[in-house]
C-alpha cells in the first residue's frame, strides 16, 4: 500500500506479465540449459573414471611402490606418486597461502588507489589466466636450468599457479566484511593492523580458508607444470630440494601412453585417487565455511 496525492494506491507486486514474464522464463530456461551442457560431459568423465578405477582400487594399491614401465601386466601401486603429490602440494602451499593473503589485506587495507595497489591486481588478474604449462615452462627456464630437477621446483610452478586465486579470494572476501565494523574498531582506538587482524581477518575467515582449499585442489590435479620440473620417477625421493620426483599428476599422464595393460590400469586408478583428494578437499572447504557460517550468526 502506497500514498500518493493523498490517496492510498495498491502496489503490485505480483509476477510479471507479458513480455516481462516471457523473458524471464527464457532465461530461467536458458540457464538451466547451460547447467545441464555443462555437468553432462562432467559426468561421462566421472562416471568413466569410477567405473574403470574403482575395482583397481585398495590399500595395497595406494601404499605399493610403482612397477617399472618394463613390467606389462602388473598393475603395482601409486604410494610414492600420492607421497609425492603431498610433499609438493604442500610446500606450494606454505609458499602461497600466506603470501597470497598477505598480499590480498594490502589490496584491501593498506594499498587504495596506489599504483603499486593497481599493479598487484592487475598482475595477480593476469596470473589467473595464465595457462599452466606456460607457468611451468617459466619454474624450468629460472630455476631447472641452473638448479635440476627438484620436487622444490614443482612446488614453485604450483605455488604460482595458486597465489592469484588466493589473492583473489581474499580481496573478495575482505572487501565483504562491513565498514561498520572497521569504524567501531577505530572509535574504540585500535590500529589498522589491530583492526584487520582481530576484525576483518576473522569476518572473513571461512571464504578465505574456502578460496584456499580450491587452489589446493586445483593445484593438486595439475599436471603440464610438473612434467617440466619435477619429471616422472617410480620411487619417493624424500629430498624435495634435489632429483627428480614424482606425483598422481605425472603418473596418469605416463602410465596413460603407455600400451600395456598394468599401466593403464594404473593409470584409471591413480585418477580416480585424484579426483577423490580434490572432492575431499571440496568437502572439507564446504564444511569449514559452514562452520564459521555458524559461529558468525
Same mark, same amino acid.
Given at each position: 500500500?502506497?500514498?500518493?496525492?493523498?490517496?492510498?494506491?495498491?502496489?503490485?507486486?505480483?509476477?510479471?506479465?507479458?513480455?516481462?514474464?516471457?523473458?524471464?522464463?527464457?532465461?530461467?530456461?536458458?540457464?538451466?540449459?547451460?547447467?545441464?551442457?555443462?555437468?553432462?560431459?562432467?559426468?561421462?568423465?566421472?562416471?568413466?573414471?569410477?567405473?574403470?578405477?574403482?575395482?583397481?582400487?585398495?590399500?595395497?594399491?595406494?601404499?605399493?611402490?610403482?612397477?617399472?614401465?618394463?613390467?606389462?601386466?602388473?598393475?603395482?601401486?601409486?604410494?610414492?606418486?600420492?607421497?609425492?603429490?603431498?610433499?609438493?602440494?604442500?610446500?606450494?602451499?606454505?609458499?602461497?597461502?600466506?603470501?597470497?593473503?598477505?598480499?590480498?589485506?594490502?589490496?584491501?587495507?593498506?594499498?587504495?588507489?596506489?599504483?603499486?595497489?593497481?599493479?598487484?591486481?592487475?598482475?595477480?588478474?593476469?596470473?589467473?589466466?595464465?595457462?599452466?604449462?606456460?607457468?611451468?615452462?617459466?619454474?624450468?627456464?629460472?630455476?631447472?636450468?641452473?638448479?635440476?630437477?627438484? *620436487?622444490? !621446483?614443482?612446488? =614453485?610452478?604450483?605455488?604460482?599457479?595458486? +597465489?592469484? &586465486? $588466493?589473492? #583473489?579470494?581474499?580481496?573478495?572476501?575482505?572487501?565483504?566484511?562491513?565498514?561498520?565494523?572497521?569504524?567501531?574498531?577505530?572509535?574504540?582506538?585500535?590500529?589498522?593492523?589491530?583492526?584487520?587482524?582481530?576484525?576483518?581477518?576473522?569476518?572473513?575467515?571461512?571464504?578465505?580458508?574456502?578460496?584456499?582449499?580450491?587452489?589446493?585442489?586445483?593445484?593438486?590435479?595439475?599436471?603440464?607444470?610438473?612434467?617440466?620440473?619435477?619429471?616422472?620417477?617410480?620411487?619417493?625421493?624424500?629430498?624435495?630440494?634435489?632429483?627428480?620426483?614424482?606425483?598422481?599428476?605425472?603418473?596418469?599422464?605416463?602410465?596413460?601412453?603407455?600400451?600395456?595393460?598394468?599401466?593403464?590400469?594404473?593409470?584409471? *586408478?591413480? !585418477?580416480?585417487? =585424484?579426483?577423490?583428494?580434490?572432492?575431499? +578437499?571440496? &568437502? $572439507?572447504? #564446504?564444511?569449514?565455511?559452514?562452520?564459521?557460517?555458524?559461529?558468525?550468526?
Amino acid at each position: 500500500m502506497a500514498v500518493i496525492a493523498g490517496q492510498p494506491q495498491q502496489v503490485d507486486l505480483r509476477e510479471p506479465k507479458g513480455w516481462r514474464r516471457t523473458s524471464n522464463r527464457i532465461v530461467t530456461w536458458l540457464m538451466v540449459t547451460a547447467f545441464v551442457v555443462v555437468l553432462v560431459p562432467l559426468g561421462f568423465v566421472l562416471v568413466t573414471t569410477i567405473a574403470k578405477g574403482i575395482s583397481i582400487i585398495s590399500w595395497s594399491f595406494l601404499t605399493s611402490d610403482i612397477p617399472p614401465n618394463v613390467a606389462p601386466a602388473n598393475v603395482g601401486g601409486i604410494g610414492p606418486a600420492i607421497v609425492g603429490t603431498i610433499e609438493i602440494t604442500a610446500v606450494a602451499t606454505v609458499m602461497a597461502v600466506p603470501l597470497g593473503v598477505l598480499g590480498a589485506i594490502y589490496l584491501n587495507e593498506y594499498g587504495g588507489r596506489n599504483w603499486l595497489a593497481a599493479l598487484i591486481g592487475f598482475f595477480s588478474d593476469v596470473m589467473t589466466g595464465v595457462p599452466s604449462i606456460i607457468m611451468g615452462l617459466f619454474i624450468f627456464s629460472i630455476w631447472v636450468l641452473h638448479f635440476g630437477f627438484s *620436487g622444490f !621446483a614443482g612446488a =614453485l610452478a604450483l605455488g604460482c599457479l595458486m +597465489l592469484p &586465486i $588466493v589473492i #583473489r579470494s581474499t580481496y573478495e572476501m575482505l572487501r565483504l566484511v562491513p565498514d561498520s565494523l572497521r569504524e567501531a574498531s577505530y572509535a574504540l582506538g585500535a590500529t589498522k593492523a589491530r583492526v584487520t587482524v582481530t576484525v576483518g581477518l576473522p569476518a572473513a575467515i571461512s571464504g578465505i580458508v574456502s578460496g584456499a582449499l580450491l587452489a589446493i585442489a586445483r593445484a593438486a590435479g595439475e599436471t603440464a607444470p610438473l612434467l617440466f620440473t619435477i619429471l616422472t620417477v617410480e620411487s619417493i625421493n624424500k629430498n624435495l630440494f634435489s632429483g627428480p620426483n614424482t606425483a598422481l599428476a605425472t603418473q596418469i599422464f605416463a602410465n596413460a601412453t603407455q600400451p600395456y595393460t598394468g599401466a593403464e590400469a594404473r593409470a584409471w *586408478g591413480s !585418477a580416480l585417487t =585424484l579426483i577423490a583428494i580434490a572432492f575431499i +578437499l571440496m &568437502i $572439507v572447504a #564446504r564444511l569449514i565455511t559452514a562452520r564459521f557460517a555458524r559461529y558468525d550468526r
